[in-house]
């Protein structure tokens, strides 16, 4: 066996946190200035009300995107993961997404909001989603 096979055997496997994915290095000053943190579920295959396709990480945008104060027409959320509890998703398999969003581009539409678009930098578990929201400025 060569060094570099036994190299590779030995190397310690990445630690998972709670069923999350672990974040790059740039992404743990998380959320970036101007920028807030949107708690949202999605089914198991991470797709939203009305079949929109969420990704698991990095960039999303709504294709229909209009800044009314009005349900649809953007990407929705709960704001710092506060809002009306019963609109997120409470299945076992459902995926929890943390977005980071510009804080301006936000609509409150009383107990969620929308937003055009952002990047997801969390998708795991309700314990995990809300975990890193706690590490990265909501309230724990």
Do not use: N, Y
């Amino acid at each position: 066996m060569s060094k570099t096979t036994r190299a590779k055997r030995t190397a310690p496997k990445a630690q998972k946190t709670r069923g999350a994915k672990p974040l790059p290095a740039a992404e743990t000053s998380c959320p970036r200035p101007g920028h807030v943190l949107i708690l949202r579920t999605c089914d198991a295959a991470l797709r939203s009300h009305g079949g929109f396709q969420w990704p698991g990480r990095g960039p999303v945008a709504a294709p229909d995107w209009r800044p009314t104060r009005e349900c649809g027409f953007g990407l929705h959320g709960f704001l710092w993961g506060e809002g009306k509890g019963d609109l997120a998703s409470w299945e076992s398999t459902a995926k929890w997404l943390v977005v980071e969003v510009k804080e301006k581009t936000i609509v409150d539409l009383e107990g969620k909001v929308k937003f055009p678009r952002g990047v997801v930098v969390h998708c795991g578990s309700r314990e995990s989603a809300t975990t890193f929201l706690a590490e990265h400025g909501g309230a724990g």
